[in-house]
């Protein structure tokens, strides 16, 4: 069966998913594209999908008879309501991170999820699909003993003039409170962040760098260095400290040199290139997953504790030190 799917969004992320899923994977062919500005749909028909169909709006694609599955790659506030629609018409949907842009708004998603009574939705948590990650996974799950503490770091060269304090959490560390979860197999009870002095290159409306601590149900304490105008590269780091021996997230590949008296390693400086290959893996699985009807990978508990661990993460920013306890909800039987 190839799977027929509908793109709503094809700005960066959306394009790049639409040409995976034409020119590198299998089993699935876009035949509708959506996106409030039309130009940019057109233009990935004209470039990568010359057969599909453009639609006006997000919920008249998802209701075509001719879309099988939905990609929900539009701008963080839209997600929400196309992802509800999604579900309301049993079909499976991918969607890009956030889930949802409030806790509230993925938890109505969780429970339309769980009224439908099967799994349609997977978020793009790509770092779960990532071939370091996934190494280290299995030795945090089998050599190292217990986690007892994580090491973790998220650092960029450098963000807009409109990137400010909040978006630390909501856009860039959602991507390790996701991954870290999933490496601990635990849950998070409180967040705490401290702040080192600002770094030169930062602004009046942005506290960079930052330390996000984090304690899971099991006691294992985690800390995640957010900086994001750290000026030499695009740098992601993650050690896991266990009752019997450290594992390190593994280095992207790089050709090491010899020269000029120098023994060097380049580092890479734009985040597209450092998961590369994960956002084909991710895809491929949705894509297999939605062929039997059904979603697999991160589900929408997951996006839904992601919202609530980031908004308790930004009420430690503004708490200066204080600890902000984290408390979930139990969690439906769909997602165990
Ligand atoms: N997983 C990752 O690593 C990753 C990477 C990049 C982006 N993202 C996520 O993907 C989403 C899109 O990011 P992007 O970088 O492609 O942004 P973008 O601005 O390049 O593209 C978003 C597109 O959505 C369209 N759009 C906005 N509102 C819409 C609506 N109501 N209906 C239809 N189309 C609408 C815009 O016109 C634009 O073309 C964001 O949520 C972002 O967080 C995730």
Not at 30 to 49: F, G, P, Q
Not at 113 to 129: C, I, N, P, T, W
């Amino acid at each position: 069966m190839t799977v027929r799917i509908g793109v709503i969004g094809t700005g960066a992320i959306g394009r790049d998913h639409a040409r995976r899923i034409n020119q590198v994977l299998g089993g699935a062919t876009v035949v509708a594209l959506s996106d409030v500005n039309r130009a940019s749909a057109e233009a990935v028909k004209s470039d990568i999908a010359p057969d599909a169909a453009i639609f006006t709006t997000g919920e008249e694609l998802i209701s075509s008879p001719d879309v099988d599955a939905v990609l929900v790659t539009s701008w963080g506030a839209t997600h929400e309501q196309y992802v509800l629609a999604a579900i309301a018409a049993g079909k499976p949907c991918f969607c890009e991170k956030p889930l949802a842009t409030t806790a509230d708004g993925a938890k109505r998603i969780v429970d339309a999820e769980v009224a439908h009574g099967k799994r349609l939705v997977q978020v793009g948590f790509m770092r779960r699909y990532d071939a370091g990650y996934v190494a280290l996974k299995q030795f945090v799950d089998t050599k190292i003993g217990a986690p007892i503490m994580v090491h973790a770091a998220h650092r960029n060269p450098a963000v807009p003039e409109q990137y400010v304090t909040p978006m630390a959490i909501h856009d860039t560390m959602i991507h390790e409170i996701d991954v870290l979860r999933w490496l601990l197999d635990d849950d998070y009870i409180s967040a705490r962040v401290l702040f080192p002095r600002s770094a030169a290159r930062s602004h009046a409306k942005l506290r960079d760098p930052q330390i996000v601590i984090l304690e899971t149900a099991k006691g294992t304490i985690i800390d995640v260095e957010i900086f994001v105008n750290c000026h030499y590269g695009y740098d992601i780091q993650c050690e896991v400290v266990g009752e019997d021996g450290v594992a390190t997230l593994p280095e992207p590949m790089a050709i090491q040199t010899r020269l000029g008296a120098k023994l060097q390693n380049d580092i890479l400086t734009d985040w597209k290139d450092r998961f590369i290959a994960s956002y084909d893996v991710e895809l491929q699985d949705f894509i297999n997953a939605a062929a039997k009807g059904t979603a697999a990978g991160p589900n929408s508990w997951d996006g839904y504790v992601a919202a609530i661990t980031s908004d308790a993460c930004v009420a430690a920013q503004e708490a200066e030190g204080g600890a902000v306890a984290i408390n979930l909800p139990t969690r439906s039987a769909l997602y165990n």
